[in-house]
């Protein structure tokens, strides 16, 4: 048997939207973007949406809209995809790398209060170079699908006056609370701007896309004309009935926008978020329970007052109680027919960051410590039982035959 990595979740009622979408006439920016906005912005619970063409183009467009400019400084996780930091790099300004919880693999907050202390007193910190800019932005990111610390970073950013723009690419549905009693609060609802993903793998799809939510109206009313070349006005209004030939160019724009062959898919694809987590759900609590007993695997923790949405499973290996390292484990798996990923890199030990900052890997010591641990399991909701069962099976077996001796 081989499993893939990913499979894409595509029903026939996907693809019909994807058709009727075609057969319209109207294929770019268009009434499907509108009503898919309108859509996830509810589901959410956020006042407003604006899609885009990736969760990149959103985390640029929120970054702008919140006034980062050269030389001001954003926390970024180290642990992280590439595309968090980047695009604190599009307007010359500093990413500030904070150490990763060991537990969640999201950014420690605490991490990031002794960080933002550390920038207002005016002391050293790895890579960086005083005197240092102002402090503009905190992004954290849920890795995996589980939520960060909501109250702890908020906590942060309200002492040093930061904006939060939550990375939630790997993060639809998911839940926040603060404490047993207190109501749950949906990704999406407590940032200044959230930023999703909708690229193949991710936990509903357009094949390539992003939205950017907030409740404040400035916000969106800057991301939606900044996302489409600075047009004063929706530039597919001037091509319909209700539109007007006349626009105006307010600022540089970008061209980020989504087009409604993207969005037919990703409004189909809303309607079963739902049932998609589910079936995420149910790979995820089988792969804990077929590894309980595999104690050279440690399987990601899903805390009391989160609900993760289970994009990743990404185990951590023992390499102390392992004969073969993690490339090795891998590769094994792979020959037995399992296809495997590693998320991520710690972005400080990245050759572009080295080079640009000076990082060595000790700047960072829980992020470069769990690197050389990390295994991404496959993870999708079409996996069927036979596949689970392998996965686990493979796993399972690759630790024993490989476990030390004495």
């Not at 929120?62 to 006034?67: D, T």
Request: net charge negative.
């Amino acid at each position: 048997m081989n499993v893939p990595f990913f499979r894409p979740s595509v029903a026939k009622a996907d693809i019909a939207e994807v058709v009727a979408c075609m057969e319209s006439g109207w294929l770019t920016t268009g009434p499907r973007t509108k009503a898919f906005e309108e859509a996830f912005a509810n589901f959410v619970g956020a006042k407003h949406a604006i899609a885009l063409n990736s969760c990149t183009a959103a985390l640029h467009l929120a970054l702008e809209a919140v006034g980062v400019r050269r030389g001001d400084l954003v926390l970024v996780p180290a642990l992280t995809f590439a595309a968090t930091a980047e695009v604190v790099r599009y307007f010359d300004a500093v990413p500030v790398f904070v150490d990763a919880d060991p537990v969640t693999l999201c950014m420690d907050p605490a991490a990031a209060a002794e960080t933002a202390a550390k920038i207002r007193r005016g002391e050293q910190l790895p890579g960086m170079t005083l005197p240092y800019g102002p402090m503009k932005a905190i992004i954290p990111m849920h890795y995996g699908g589980q939520m960060v610390d909501v109250d702890a970073i908020t906590a942060v950013a309200k002492e040093h006056g930061l904006a939060i723009i939550d990375d939630a690419a790997h993060t639809l549905p998911a839940h926040y609370r603060s404490s047993a009693s207190a109501p749950w609060r949906a990704v999406g609802s407590t940032a200044d701007v959230t930023c999703f993903s909708f690229y193949a793998n991710k936990c509903i799809t357009t094949g390539e896309g992003g939205m950017a939510v907030t409740d404040r109206d400035d916000l969106a009313e800057r991301m939606r004309i900044m996302s489409l070349h600075g047009m004063s006005k929706d530039a597919w209004k001037r091509f319909t009935a209700r539109g007007s030939w006349y626009y105006e160019i307010v600022a540089p724009g970008f061209k980020y926008n989504m087009t409604d062959v993207a969005a037919s898919l990703g409004l189909s694809q809303l309607g079963r978020a739902d049932e998609l987590l589910a079936a995420r759900v149910s790979v995820a609590e089988r792969f804990i329970a077929g590894l309980r007993d595999v104690p050279e695997v440690e399987t990601p923790v899903e805390l009391p007052n989160r609900k993760h949405s289970w994009h990743l499973f990404a185990v951590q290996l023992r390499l102390d109680l392992l004969d073969i390292d993690r490339s090795q484990f891998i590769e094994e798996m792979k020959a037995r027919g399992v296809a495997a990923s590693v998320h991520w890199l710690p972005l400080h030990k990245q050759p572009y960051y080295v080079q640009t900052y000076g990082y060595v890997p000790s700047d960072f010591p829980v992020a470069a410590a769990v690197w050389p641990r990390l295994v991404s399991l496959p993870i999708f909701p079409s996996m069927t039982d036979e596949e689970v069962e392998h996965v686990v099976r493979v796993v399972g077996d690759i630790a024993r035959q490989h476990r030390k001796l004495g």
